[in-house]
């Protein structure tokens, strides 16, 4: 049997790049006030979060750096199972470190939950928590990020760093995955 690569479907269109790029380049300027003189951490979590971490960071006029974590929810699908489990950790210490953390897309919570907590625990000197978006009626664990992009209903969105089942990543745009391609 042989397995040619699928065709993309249309798909509709959420947020364009430019209306990204605008809202990124706003909540850059917010962190730049916010750390005026400092240095900060941007730690993305694995891989989701890649693309909008290398627009935002690219904007902000401070000292930064990079740190990855890769996390896995067990059950693969479009829900999220509540169970997290750390694949990679950090590289550096965050100990005394301003660390905003940034994530794709905040949904139940759970997962951001997960890593708030454990990141407390490595006692920076502030944790922040940057979400390019946020599906807020879906909430379970009560985590608010410091920086949204956009607050969105509870749709499937894929494209700009966000997968279904590792497809769609590299979509400029932020589309909406119907469920019948779910
Ligand atoms: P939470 O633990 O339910 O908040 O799940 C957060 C993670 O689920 C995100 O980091 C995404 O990886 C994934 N996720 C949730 N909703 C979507 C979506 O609409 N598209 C792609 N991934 C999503
Ligand atoms: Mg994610």
Redesign the pocket.
Known sequence: MHSSPAPLPELRVLFTREQIARRVTEMAAEITRDFQGQSIIFVG?LK?ASIFLGDLARQVRLDATFDFISVA?YGNT?R?SGE?RLNKDVDSSMADKNVILV??????????GFLRKLFLAHQPRSLRIAALLD?AC?RIEAVKADYVGFVIPD????GYG???GERYRNLPEICVLPPELQ
Do not use: A, C, N
């Open positions: 979590v989701g929810s479009t999220s997290v994530e794709d897309i905040l949904d139940t919570g759970l997962t951001m599906k879906r749709e499937f969105v894929v966000m997968d279904y």
